[in-house]
DNA sequence: CTGAAAGCGCTTACAG
DNA sequence: CTGAAAGCGCTTACAG
């Protein structure tokens, strides 16, 4: 059927050497071969003008480097994970490296079968923002040493390669802004999910309101409903719970259900109900009124990653540390869903 | 250093057959090839035993089959591009194949070096948003006969397969809708880009004021201009003409774009301007008021793109058509950013 | 019913 | 300075 591909073999047989010759010399290694510079230009010569592309599904066999990384994350199509896949795309390309970028969907399960595939495509480096209950595989891949940063969230008692956000300290800010502005009931909206991000956010938010001697509020949605539950379920509290009069959210997507439940009731932003988002949006700022977010260094956390997997990947003999956790600070970005006193 | 991986060969010396059994047996060809029940319960079990996982990389080599499928849109960030990439990854992992996902940032160049890159890591599909100028090389790809869907855009006098919406019918339905609630000075601010999808947004929109008599105002904003600059020219554009009371947009991102020209002048949407964007967002329904638009559907576009790559790819030796387009509706979603006459 | 062996397209230690 | 050859881990036509 198909032409065979033209191989290195081919060249070799049109320039009259060995494949090693050529090997070497598509390979930069001709100084460090010493071959004559006359053999070099044929050889380059032949393979331009024959089209020469590597297959890199051999060059992988051969070498054990797949020259893939694998990524994965919630949702591919989140805009806070895209982003940062953006980044990481662009990095990893600089070096010649491709992405393979998959939905754990949050699911063990789903994760599992990735982690599966990741191995049997012999991906190079992991990065991965893990859902609940991986433990046992991501302790499993830093046991086989393979090049590893978890991101977003992480295992705290695992010794493995971390960037993530101080969540405490920025849901501890959000509160002090909400504070500030005159809030005096600041209830927080957030996940029925015990993974370390979630409980550290709590954390920020329960400090801030114990430091004022106000009392805490918080409503846990179910982890897996879906919108229109939310927002139901956001409604119900807002009803319920007249005196409050500001609302922390936990992640982006409980704020966009927090928004349409407050636009359902028409209720008044900030006046009536103060809204902080845990995690930027790329239109909060066109919203009326524009909404007050906690944001994720998007650029930071690429540049933490990468680093990380890059010092792993170049490193393999000589891994200088084994576990490392970055932690950047979130940034508070204060718009006018939020009194000011 | 690292211990030897588990092999094929392994599993062969442990059941003591060949490697080419063990082969038969692990890709379900037993009965094919009648190897007896019992040994192949032993082949299983060995396989189990030790965590046999098998090296895509020398499978792929030997069958020419990378399982792999290539999709490069504009920013893989995109919200668009990427709620289309969520659905083919689903779509493609459960026929076991992975995504390769990249952004050609719209540029030609970029464009060729990922070709190039997919072509070495010998994807098994191809799923592209072409940019401007890369028609030669997606003739090349055709010629070569590798499974390609062309989707969002494509090249007019080449026979892919093609997805896309009906541009035209979605703005001229979007000024229609415009003339419906007695706008009278409608413009279209789109790109000055020369490519189809474009040109054909430009045509329905012309089409429209045409049947009514109305006249057309174009203005065209530089297709690479950051977005500070296309707000600033937006800006410019409104208050230059005062008298046009309805804008069209023909991209989701210039309709952010013009959404902030226009908060800035603090003009009223709709009462002094009508505003549709070509393209939903996921929070146009959000915004104050909501913002009217011409939304792609993306299931039926993430379909449409794996039914015929899977036709493609299924079907190599005797590929029933060589070319097909198919054009789905878009869906105009009627919010309050256009009068009601 | 099963195996010996060639082949996929590269790389690389080794020899000369 | 260059080549012969083994090896990476799999598949598959062919033979028996």
Redesign the pocket.
Known sequence: MKK??F???DIAEEV?????????V??G?STE????L??QKQILRSAKKNG????M???G????KSKIIGMMVEYISDPFFSSIARQIEDKASQRGYKLLYSSTENSTDKTKDLLRVYRETQVDGYIIAPPPGIEKEIRGLLRSKVPLVLFDRFCPDLPSFNVIVDNRAGCYEATRHFIAGGHRNIALVTLDSGQVQMTERTKGYLQALEEEGQPPLIRQVPFEAPEEERVRRIIAFIEDHPHVDALLFSTNYLAISGIKAIQVLRRAIPGELGVISFDDNTHFDLFTPSITSVAQPVLGISEAIMDLLWRQLDDQLFPRAKKETVVLPPLLMERNSVRSA
């Open positions: 065979k591909k191989s290195i073999y009259g050497v060995s494949t090693a010759t050529v090997s070497y598509l390979n290694k071969k010493r071959i004559s006359d053999l020469y592309q590597p297959n599904l051999a060059k066999l051969s070498t054990g």
